[in-house]
């Protein structure tokens, strides 16, 4: 493995977050029947032309600036002609010459260090439509459906340098991509919805060797992990063909999912996309000044939060980049602290039970019922002592489930601590009075048995006994009692 | 520059058409006598000459981001060679 | 009376003294469509049924005492590459043979706002590559004046359509100069407007940088009246200029005192004598009523028709690849998709556009893009720069339409090359986006003769006046078919 290096560089696709289509005015909204959502131009029914979104200029912009990139102020779209049944003209408008934005970058973090990945360009398309087919897959069907609901919708395509070196670089730069893009609401970059959809290509070539070996691109990955695990595949399978004395075949292969492996897509016919000038558009003219407009809508992106975390509010580094994330994670820990100011405990509960409970019901922070002013409001009771750290796990639990107001849940379920000396001391003679072994041990020295009794007491307040003062009484009343 | 019958076939390929031996020797032909009257563009110096893609120099036409209605469900397949569940259905693509 | 011998401006007159109504006025031109159409093939699809149902409509409205265009009520008919809901639009093609859009061209929805009556679609070329209807999937249309149809005249649907009286007027597109080459053959007045300046919305494109839609008329008032309503910015349309559209009928004046023409004299090369020498009376009219005549060097004109010839191509490969049996129009079944593509495509296009498709594929191909593509675009700036230096000094250009008599395609009609060189005076135009207005003037051997004036963009006022001067102050401008003499046909 290590006389070979790995080169891998992706092509990822992105939905933007618009109302409409990128050159017509239907709706982009998912999940609708099949070809409810079509119309002359991007079913591409002869004599239809379209006229381009203003907003997809704007949120491309937006996006190669976040993305570090620098902003063609003259740019155009090209046609990509090839013949596919889910492209409904027989070309697909890009830009081919001139994308809106080239040059730029993003720092990802593997095993501790920080790594620069450059983008080449990042470039407005259209998506075509959706093949569904018969028999399940491409390869078994007799016939497949087109459902074109999706033709037309806008994607930025960004494409990224051969720099990255592991599956595991690959899947770092696709989750700080995907932050960054979520952060500055260009997308809702959902891979498993298809908003957010990535190719790799993958080549591997002698450890100190500079020139790129034969590539392949992999397809089909539906998650950041099996883009990782696709490319891991591929570079121990192109590494096993060299070592057979074999050649890599430049090819695309899909990535199987089921089998783990990745599998030859042969396609025959060695493509060549006649681009040429889109005609019936017309070209982008961008002014500095629109540019800087864009630039200054920019929210705090997540590598600059994540140092504001760590350098502000003291969170490990470690914290700080859980968080910052996902942008819900961050906003909602913002959005705690701002009611509750010690932020090691909100990221303490965030990063405990909230990515557990989220983990554990497979959702997305905006489906929790949990709010930030309701875990902050937990917090204080913790803090005042008014329920245990233990019965706040419960408490949160009900809350993420069921958003109710922590004082609520804790009336409900009479959880409140009893920190009312007068009542423990009635419980704690009792229990000192029903265990006399145990007095006598910890009175002979062993000291340990006090967690004997401890456990009593709270076994007779079913928990909700403040654990501190327990201990305090109850050392105070051994003492006494010796 | 001449186009060789192999050539025409790459192209009848790319252009999606099936060509037959003869006809593939007629368009061979056809194509060549095209393309000889082209070369005269050869005699032509445009160095420093920009190409103009577009006639007239119109620039950023854009459409706001509004909903519009789209196609009436009934019209959408009105014209479908063929058509299953709200789709337009092919052959096998492999 | 011969309603169909009338012009939109006449008929229009009519009905607003209620002399006649939109329903007679279309039967009377149904009933002369019944006459002649058998020997004219203007149409590829008759719509009698909805041309009625929008002529009672017209009526009613007429009745109630609403406002109306002066087109309302007035059969027209368009060619069938313009896209019209709910009636069958083929481009002359097999691929299309069955293709009923669900939606109307814009130029289509501006008429029928305007109370147009549709008569049916007009035959083209297959998808409008040539100039003569010799290539349409069905049949070729017979030029009117050409009795025996041994001469290989160019005709259009659309032209002959308003020579006969099948239509009282109609919309044509124009990629190489068909609007004008066949209005030229037909006697027939034939616009292109300035690209941009009327919406290509739902033309069923071959040459998207190159195609425009322009009326087809009996004289300069009417083309006025059709130039009214469809002129003028379309949302739908990215290319559409949004410019201030005049009242053309106010261009309509007997006056071009001053007004500059240029003479292009390399479009005299390969002009017929005959031709020339109408060209040169033309001169000499212009002359007499004041108009300063004189010649001015267009120096790439030569390199005009390769470089259109390439670009045209170019975009018709690209353009013409949405029809792969997936969605609409013909389908040739077959086991998998890409043989499903092939075969359609091969039974669906005439062989004039699959070549036009090769050689566009061909000169697109990585290799060949800059040596032909680029090359290509960068004569189509010198071609404008040509135009642009002429129009420093002239206000507009005038040439022949058609370079042979009556605009016969040579003498292999079957040579896409001799068809396509049958352009030379009018693709130019088409290159660098101008208006331009094709004029009957006078016959030669009994066949019309067209000439060709050219304006600067959005400037197809300049047309008017000159087209209208010339209207008024000869008799050449209105020839009448041969063919159809005996139908006692008067224009004029
Ligand atoms: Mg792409
Ligand atoms: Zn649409």
Known sequence: ?482 | MKITEQNVEQVALFSRLELTEEDKAVYTESLNTILDYLDMLDKLDTNNIEPAAHVLSFKNVFREDKLQSSLAKELVLVNAPEEEAGCFKVPRIV | MRLYNLSVFQLSELMEKKEISSEELTNAYLERISQVESETKVFVTLSKETALTQARNVDQKRARGEELSPLAGIPMAMDDNICTEGIKTTCASKILYNFIPPYDATVAERLKGAGAILMGKCNIDEFGMGSSTENSAFYPTQNPFDAEAAQGCISGGSAAAVAVGEAAFTLGSDTSGFIRQSAASCGVIGLKPTYGHVSRFGLISTASSLDQIGPITQDMTDLALVLNTICGHDVKDATSASVDVPDFTKSLVNEVKGLRIGLPKEYESGVEPQVAAKLQEAISKLEELGAICEEVAMPHTEYAAPAHYIISSAEASSNLARFDGVRHGLRVEAEDVSSMFKKTRSQGFGAEVKKRIMLGTHVLSTGNYDTYYVKALKVRSLIKQDFDRAFEKFDCLLTPTNPTTAGKTGKNPNDSLAMHLSGVCTLPVNLAGLPALSLPFGMVDGMPVGLQLIARHFEEETLLRVGYTLEQSTNQTRPKPGLFLKYNIHRG
Not at chain 1, 371 to 390: C, D, F, M, R, V
Request: with cysteine; hydrophobic share 35%.
């Open chain 1, 1 to 482: 493995m290590n006389r070979y290096e790995a080169v891998i560089g992706l092509e990822v696709h992105v939905e933007l977050k618009t109302d409409t289509k990128l050159f017509c005015g239907c709706s982009t909204e998912f999940g609708k029947e099949p070809n409810t959502q079509v119309c002359p131009v991007c079913l591409g029914l002869p004599g239809a032309v379209g006229v381009l979104n203003k907003k997809v200029v704007e949120l491309a912009t937006k996006a190669g600036l976040a993305l570090n990139c620098a902003i063609g102020t003259y740019t155009w779209f090209d046609r990509k002609n090839y013949y596919y049944p889910d492209l409904p003209k027989g070309f697909q408008i890009s830009q081919v010459f001139r994308p809106i934005a080239y040059q730029g970058h993003l720092d990802i973090d593997v095993n501790g260090a920080t790594k620069r990945v450059n983008i080449t360009r990042a470039h407005i398309e259209e998506d075509p439509g959706k093949l569904v087919h018969s028999g399940g897959s491409i390869t078994t069907s007799r016939y497949s459906c087109v459902d074109y609901n999706r033709s037309g919708m806008p994607l930025i395509e960004i494409v990224s340098e051969p720099e990255m070196h592991s599956g595991e670089e690959a899947k770092a730069y696709l989750e700080k991509l995907k932050a960054i893009l979520e952060c500055i609401g260009v997308s809702d970059v959902k891979m498993e919805q298809g908003s957010l959809r990535c190719d790799a290509n993958v080549s591997v070539r002698p450890v100190g060797t500079t020139t790129l070996g034969t590539k392949t691109e992999i397809k089909n990955m539906n998650s950041f992990r099996s883009v990782q695990y696709a490319i891991e595949y591929e570079v121990e399978r192109q590494i096993d063909v060299l070592e057979d004395g074999g050649r890599v075949i430049q090819e695309t292969r899909g990535w199987d999912e089921n089998r783990g492996i990745t599998v030859s897509m042969r396609n025959k016919e060695n493509p060549d996309y006649r681009c040429f000038i889109e005609p019936e558009l017309t070209p982008i003219e961008l002014t500095e000044e629109w540019i800087e407009e864009v630039k200054a809508s920019i929210p705090e992106l997540p590598d600059a939060r994540r140092k504001r975390l760590v350098e502000e509010h003291g969170l490990p580094e470690y914290d700080a980049g859980v968080i910052t994330s996902s942008l819900a994670l961050a906003e909602f820990f913002d959005a705690t602290l701002k009611e509750f100011p010690d932020a090691k405990s909100i990221s303490n509960w965030i990063m405990g039970e909230l990515l557990r409970l989220l983990n554990a019901r497979n959702m997305e922070l905006s489906e929790a019922k949990i709010t930030p002013s309701s875990l902050a409001a937990l917090l204080k009771l913790i803090e005042k002592g008014s329920i245990s750290n233990k019965m706040a796990k419960e408490v949160v639990e009900i809350m993420f489930d069921e958003g109710k107001e922590p004082d609520q849940i804790i009336k409900e379920k009479g959880m409140s601590q009893i920190s009312d000396e007068g009542q423990l001391a009635q419980i704690i003679a009792e229990v000192i009075a029903k265990n006399p072994k145990s007095v006598a041990d910890y009175q002979a020295g062993k000291k340990q048995a006090i967690g004997f009794l401890v456990g009593q007491i709270m076994k007779a307040t079913k928990g909700r006994a403040n654990p501190g003062l327990v201990n305090t009484m109850l050392r105070d009343k051994l003492a006494e009692e010796a």
